[in-house]
């Protein structure tokens, strides 16, 4: 049972992930017929707390609800993990990729977000205003925009062979490109 | 019956997502800076799978679990709106070092900040329904 809870701790690699991710796409329409996607969530969301007088809400929302319970799940997914089969501290990154970090100011390469932007006491610097509410508003806004996120378009639309979301996945990446690039060096060093 | 099975198979992709450090900001970033295969294999080998059982599900004209027709709906092709929205949203995803799904797996797993960029997300959403019938599509 230990050795057991020892592989499930150990970092997945990506030939174990990547083939799950992709049966959820399967699994969703055999036990409940529905389509893969989760930034959609934050549509039913407004529309389950009765944003009726906006046109884009004005929906049956309760036909959508398994989404909501769907995000639930992944939500009770991080208390499973931290307190059964918790990730090593550390991930291991690319010596080059510490290094970049490092000159842009960011030391702290421990656990999932670096703890120097994502702490409630640094929220009121302008580099965590500008990732959180920034970033946030963007994914919330473009992916409403684009019709999908990386669940929606880059999962279950490339699997279908969609030429809509071929095109929102190759935007996906101009956008992050430019902004991990040339975007980010200036906001991490403000 | 129908929102414990959401809930359970939301359990296992998020599972999923956290034990392969894709809810994490730095293999995003080192996605990006093609330093790292990682996230390029999880998303490749995502939709490969993804793609098959798709096709095996049309061949084999299998049902669901309650006998229903399977018809996944197809992604309405809206080339310009594709474009530009996903261009924004790969900003904000770059920004944040995360997308929507990593977001709920993050707070679950106690980062209590990340309430911050998900309810930015819906404040954004909001302004997109606002401004929906001005933007080109």
Redesign the interface.
Known sequence: MHKLLDL?SD??????????????????????????G??S???H??AAVG?KQ????DYDWKEH???L??????????????LI?P?PDT?H??E??II??QEQGVSD?SG???SEI???EH?SSSRSL????????????????????????????????????L???????????????F??PI?LKL | MKSIKAIFIGILFGIILIKSEAVSWFRIQEMFHFESFHMYGIIGSAIITGAISLLVIKKTKMRSLTGDKINPQPQPLKKFSNFIGGILFGFGWALLGACPGPLYGLLGLGYSIILVPICSAILGVVCYALVRDKLPH
Do not use: E
């Open positions: 499930l970092p997945w690699p990506w030939y174990v992930a990547g083939p799950l991710i992709g049966l959820m796409i399967p699994t969703l329409l055999f036990v409940i017929n529905k389509d893969f989760i930034s969530s934050y549509r969301m407004c944003l906006i046109r884009f809400f609800s398994w989404s319970f769907f995000v639930l799940g992944v939500f009770l997914s991080g208390f499973l993990v931290a089969f990730n991930i990154l690319s080059n990729f970049w970090l390469v999932f977000l670096p994502f702490q409630w929220l500008i990732i959180l509410i920034g970033g946030g508003f963007l994914i919330g806004f473009g992916s409403r925009y684009a019709g999908g996120c990386t669940s929606g378009h880059a999962i279950m639309g490339l699997s279908q062979f969609s030429i809509g979301s095109i929102a996945v190759i935007g996906f990446f101009i956008g992050g490109l430019i902004v991990s690039w975007v980010l906001i």
